[in-house]
């Protein structure tokens, strides 16, 4: 309550600073942890909500996710810069690769650090085959649908190659969809071929810059002190925590008993992965 009033009386232009940190992941996927329209909607209102902001800016950092929910986050910053009619600044930390670059892109302007991670603007899909082990250890898998196809891509079954064929296309789609926004929000910015640029490729902020991936080098605070003064008031806008918590009383999501290892672990491991493409 404290910091609400000294924020809504302090002397001075304010940019209130969004934290889009983590994977990006449809709401419970990875808890706390991931990002989505559910967790950040009401982050982004409540900065946008804060009278006279010179400025939004967005502090990045995220190896990206689901295009879903990339596509719903982006949009829903539009559609408050437009209401709201302020500029929103992108700054990236460590990377702001898939989907990452997704949210950098719906900025007026992306600031980058020259070691930051830009790009991969592609689409991956990634499993695993395991009908030679269930064969080997004598497990009989069955499945009955209707719908020819419902079982597409099953893990416990041979790959079919009309199967990857049509896997292809729907990547086709999306990534179609990905490059359009990109299209849209780098517009007379872009300085490559957009076959090595939409190649699913990343590169560092330094030649993104040169790419026309960015539009800066430099650093949140320093930037924003730069255009605005070094008064400039940089209020976070982070989640509520809950009462409990704020007394060390808050629960964890626990595994199954069986050494811990349960959805939330599994979670845990996905989203390491998600960092470790890009050496994080």
């Avoid at 896997?167 to 179609?176: S, T």
């Avoid at 991936?213 to 255009?227: C, E, M, Y």
Wanted: include cysteine; charged fraction near 25%; proline fraction near 4%.
């Amino acid at each position: 309550m404290l910091t609400w009033i000294k924020d809504r009386f302090r002397r001075g232009p304010v940019v209130p600073v969004v934290r889009l940190s983590g994977v990006i992941a449809s709401g419970g996927l990875l808890g706390s942890r991931g990002l989505s329209i559910e967790s950040v909607a009401p982050l982004l209102k409540r900065a946008f909500d804060i009278r006279g902001a010179k400025a939004v800016a967005l502090s990045i950092n995220s190896p990206g996710g689901s295009p879903v929910q990339s596509a719903l986050i982006g949009q829903r910053i539009r559609l408050l810069a437009a209401e709201k009619d302020v500029k929103v600044i992108a700054f990236v930390e460590d990377v702001a690769a898939s989907g990452g670059y997704w949210l950098a892109c719906t900025a007026d302007e992306i600031i980058v650090d020259p070691s930051s991670i830009v790009g991969s603007i592609g689409v991956i899909s990634a499993g695993f085959g395991f009908q030679d082990l269930i064969a080997r250890i004598g497990v009989e898998r069955r499945m009955h649908t209707s719908g020819e196809r419902k079982s597409m891509l099953d893990p416990f079954r041979p790959e079919k190659p009309e199967d990857v064929d049509r896997l292809h296309r729907l990547q086709a789609e999306i990534h179609d969809g990905f490059k359009d926004w990109v299209r849209d929000r780098r517009a007379g910015k872009l300085k490559a071929d957009e076959a090595s640029l939409f190649s699913g490729e990343f590169w560092t902020g330094k030649r993104g810059l040169e790419l026309g991936l960015v539009d800066g080098i430099g650093d949140l605070r320093g930037t924003l002190q730069a255009r605005y003064g070094a008064k400039v008031h940089l209020p976070v806008i982070g989640p509520r925590r809950r009462l409990l918590s704020r007394f060390g009383l808050g629960t964890s999501v626990g595994g199954t008993g069986f050494d811990g290892i349960g959805p939330a672990t599994l979670a845990a491991i996905e989203e390491r992965l998600h960092w470790q493409r890009f050496g994080l």
